[in-house]
Each structure stands twice: as structure tokens, then as C-alpha cells.
């Protein structure tokens, strides 16, 4: 059963959040990508089309100050929130116990830096965060492969990078996030936020990304070998895969070989391939090593 936020649980607004970047004082900066919202509505809206169950544990990355995290407990049995910031990290389970005393013992506080993070205290089944615009597409991706039992989320990153990570074959934005991420799972644009519900208000839009997990492509090549494809093959990006992929295969003929071998055409470039296709190369050069 998907839970809808109860309108009637305070949340954070602006002046709450500012009252707690004082008290600590913390002052958002640009390295570590911090952007706080402030508005109880885009956190309610957030939770909702995150169409999170009650049996769920979510998986939030750069809690900060707490307004998203308390949303996410009033619609999911745990939170574990993974805070590189030691102060906002110790700040945290004090808020959610002041203001969902009933949750605190749902709240699990991991400091550490999500780009490292192999292990936490309970598996997540829901990646749901308002992630630091820098790191973004790492940390998706990170995520994606140490934690399987992610099935869900809803992530909300900058506009422009909200639109490589659902974008298709053949746009010209489609490039390795969008490719990587669909190695994953079913990735899909969910929304537009407004810059003035942040506090500092960034200088672009976000974007809501909705990703849901699926079996790779079926492959005898690992993860790893068909990322390397997709790495080479948009290094220059206007190159043609039989050129782009010369390095990767050895010379340019070995390319052209390989890519004809997968079914492929060797003269169009990877913009217009999509996963599967890459799985195809490197299952391709899987075979031609085989005695």
C-alpha cells in the first residue's frame, strides 16, 4: 500500500532550516553540491511520487538538515541516511526525534561519503534523495551496483543532468549516464522543481529522475567489459564506432569485425545504440578470444 504524506506533520520550512544551519553553523557550500529545500509541499510532493510502501526502507543520500528525511518517514517503515557532513549527521536523528519522536528508533544515520559506501545497517528497497548536483551520476550508478536490493527511486539532481539520465538513443544528449543507468534499470524524467524552494537557491532548475530496476541485458560479458565499450565509444563522440572502438579492439579493423560480428553497424556512432547493442560488442569480443 503507497502511503500519501499527511499534510497536518510539520516539516521543515525556511526558517526552521535556517534556525538549524545556525545552530550548527553550517553554511551551505558549492563542494559539497548542498542545496536545502525549504518548502513542505515540494517534500510532500517528492514522497508522493516516490510511491513508496509501508514495508519499505529508503536509502537518502545528503539528509542535511532533515526536510526530505522527515517526509520520507512518515511514508516508509526506515530511513537510513548516508550524511558525509559529521555536524549534520549527529544534528539529524535529534531533529527527527523532536519532530517525529515516534520515528526516531526508524532512523539509521550512516556518516560516510555515498561514492564509498559498500555496506549499511539495513538493505535499502528504495533510493529516494535530493542529491548534491557534483556527484550525482556517480552516486546513482555506485548505488545501483553495490545495493541489488534497491528496486526503486526517485532522485532529484540538476535539470540538464535529470535529462541525460532518462534520455534515449538518438537524442543528442543520450550519451554514457544515459547508457550506464539503463544497464540498470527503466529510467524515466518525473517532474521539474522550481529553484526558489531551496535554500541557497541554485542558479537552475531540478530535474526528477523515477528509475525502476530490471535485469541487464542478457551477456556473457560482465558489467565492467560492457562498460568499457560504452566508455570508449563516446570518448569523441562524433567518431564512428569502427573508429572509436579501435583502441578498445586493437586496431580499426578489429573494430569494424567485432561491431559487424554483434549485429551492429560499424559507421554509425554510439549515440544511437542503445544498451543491449553494447552488450552485443563485448559478448562479440567474449567469442573472438575463445579458442
Do not use: C
Amino acid at each position: 500500500m503507497n502511503l500519501q504524506p499527511d499534510p497536518s506533520l510539520p516539516l521543515l520550512g525556511a526558517a526552521d532550516v535556517r534556525r538549524l544551519a545556525a545552530e550548527l553553523d553550517v553554511r551551505p557550500t558549492k563542494t559539497l553540491g548542498q542545496n536545502f529545500v525549504i518548502d513542505g509541499n515540494t517534500i510532500r510532493r517528492i514522497v508522493a511520487a516516490a510511491s513508496l510502501t509501508e514495508d519499505e526502507t529508503v536509502l537518502e543520500v545528503g539528509p542535511g538538515l532533515g526536510s526530505l528525511t522527515l517526509g520520507l518517514l512518515d511514508a516508509a517503515q526506515s530511513v537510513v541516511a548516508v550524511e558525509i557532513d559529521a555536524k549534520l549527521a549527529q544534528r539529524l536523528p535529534r531533529t527527527i526525534a523532536e519532530l517525529r519522536p515516534e520515528k526516531a528508533a526508524s532512523l539509521h544515520v550512516v556518516t560516510a561519503d555515498a561514492l564509498k559506501v559498500t555496506e549499511l545497517p539495513i538493505l535499502p528497497t528504495a533510493l529516494v534523495a535530493n542529491l548534491p548536483y557534483n556527484v550525482a551520476v556517480p552516486v546513482v550508478l555506485h548505488l545501483l551496483e553495490k545495493f541489488p536490493s534497491l528496486r526503486h527511486g526517485l532522485v532529484m539532481v540538476q535539470d540538464e543532468v535529470a535529462d541525460r539520465l532518462a534520455a534515449r538513443p538518438g537524442n543528442k544528449i543520450y550519451g554514457v549516464p544515459s547508457v550506464k543507468a539503463a544497464w540498470y534499470a527503466e529510467v524515466r524524467k518525473a517532474g521539474v522543481i522550481g529553484m526558489n524552494v531551496f535554500w541557497p537557491a541554485p542558479k537552475i532548475s531540478s530535474g526528477l529522475v523515477e528509475f525502476v530496476r530490471r535485469e541487464p541485458p542478457e551477456s556473457r560479458a560482465s558489467r565492467a567489459q560492457v562498460f568499457a565499450v560504452i566508455d570508449a565509444a563516446f570518448a569523441q563522440r562524433r567518431k564512428t564506432l569502427r573508429a572509436a572502438l579501435a583502441d578498445w579492439a586493437g586496431s580499426g579493423a578489429e573494430a569494424e569485425r567485432l561491431i559487424v560480428a554483434a549485429g551492429v553497424d560499424p559507421s554509425a556512432r554510439g549515440e544511437v545504440l542503445d544498451v543491449k547493442a553494447f552488450a552485443s560488442i563485448a559478448d562479440a569480443r567474449l567469442n573472438s578470444l575463445e579458442p
